[in-house]
């Protein structure tokens, strides 16, 4: 699975190394938008491997989604975590890898975005291993990594996590049809080791200025009422079962998010939408107290659920 790999005799990709006389040298990857593949315009620079905290999650709750679980994998992604955490040489400070990154930005002219979030990356600018830090003798680098995602007003974009979306519940669904834009940068002392360019969009227009939205209780309430639908979609025995739910909100965001244009299938509207982290108990009588947690986007027009992009190359268990 890879944004930038589709089974397709269409020529929609790039791939190439540049030579630059080095024992590792760099990659560039490029893919083209194809609504019929599901596939989104991206562009990839990179050089050597890298991971963050963010990559990190990424790939537990992917495994976990995914229900791929065995013992040699989870021990795989435990030696990460302490790679994760290794000091490597030459480290860059925060504020200096801000304005690398922001540099860059005004090198390729691009305006209007804002950062979303900021990490420690650790990794080898030398190395292409597949296992990432899970290499014998292995010097690493510490940089930071950069998000970008494109502003709407004064609120930032915000790309969805991969997370089962529900299609069948009795409220306003969005799907949008692309995600969120976004660009991401790793820099460390030596410069800039990874450029990655998501969901390349261009903007059109602004559709309205100064939109109302709901208060706050209102959302809420909305909160409440996609929380109780999904229940009813997912366990629609569960009372039966002497299943019961307990949900604890543990982040709330103001961001934006795609959501369909109307009557124009090939573009979105960046609107102003709540993003809610919330952490659950699935508590069962017969088997106990199973804990889990899902971002629920919605919109703060209207309280509308905002559907996770779906790839359809990926089966749910």
């Known amino acids: 699975y890879s944004k930038y790999y589709y089974e397709t005799e269409e020529k929609i990709g790039f791939a190439a190394r540049v030579d630059k006389g080095q024992e590792v040298n760099p990659m560039i ?21 890298f991971i ?6 990424k790939n537990i709750t992917s495994q976990e989604i995914l229900e791929f679980h065995n013992e040699y994998y989870d021990n795989y992604l435990e030696r990460l975590k302490i790679g994760l955490a290794q000091e490597g040489d030459g480290i860059i400070q925060k504020e200096d890898a801000l ?25 080898s600018p030398e190395s292409v291993s597949w296992g990432y830090l899970d290499e014998e003798n292995q010097t690493l680098t510490t ?3 950069i998000y970008y995602a494109p502003k709407a007003g004064d609120l930032v974009g915000y790309e969805q996590p991969f997370q089962r979306p529900y299609e069948e519940v009795p409220e306003t669904i969005y799907a949008p049809s ?28 602004a559709i309205a200025e100064n939109t109302k939205l709901l208060s706050f209780d209102e959302i809420k309430e909305k909160l409440a009422d996609h929380l109780f639908y999904t229940i009813i979609s997912s366990f629609s025995e569960g009372k039966e079962q002497g299943c019961s739910f307990h949900y604890k909100v543990v982040d709330v965001q103001l961001r934006a998010a795609n959501i369909p244009a109307y009557e124009d299938q090939e573009a979105v509207w960046l609107a102003p939408a709540w993003v809610f982290k919330v952490k659950y108990d699935m508590v069962l009588s017969a088997l106990g107290t199973k804990k889990n947690e899902e971002t629920v986007v919605l919109n703060a027009i209207d309280g509308g659920y905002v559907m996770p992009k779906v790839d359809h190359r990926l089966g749910w268990p």
């Open 99 to 123: 304005e690398e990154a922001d540099k860059v930005l005004e090198a390729l002219s691009l305006k209007g975005y804002g950062v979303t979030d900021c990490f420690k990356a650790t990794g």
């Open 143 to 145: 940089g930071y990594s």
């Open 29 to 49: 990857r490029a893919i083209n938008y194809n609504d019929k593949l599901g596939s989104t315009s991206n562009f990839l620079y990179s050089q050597g491997t």
């Open 178 to 205: 692309f995600s969120t834009e976004g660009i991401h940068m790793i820099i460390t002392k030596e410069g800039l080791q990874l450029f990655e360019w998501t969901n390349l969009a261009k903007k059109k227009e």
């Open 52 to 57: 963050d905290e963010k990559w990190m999650e």
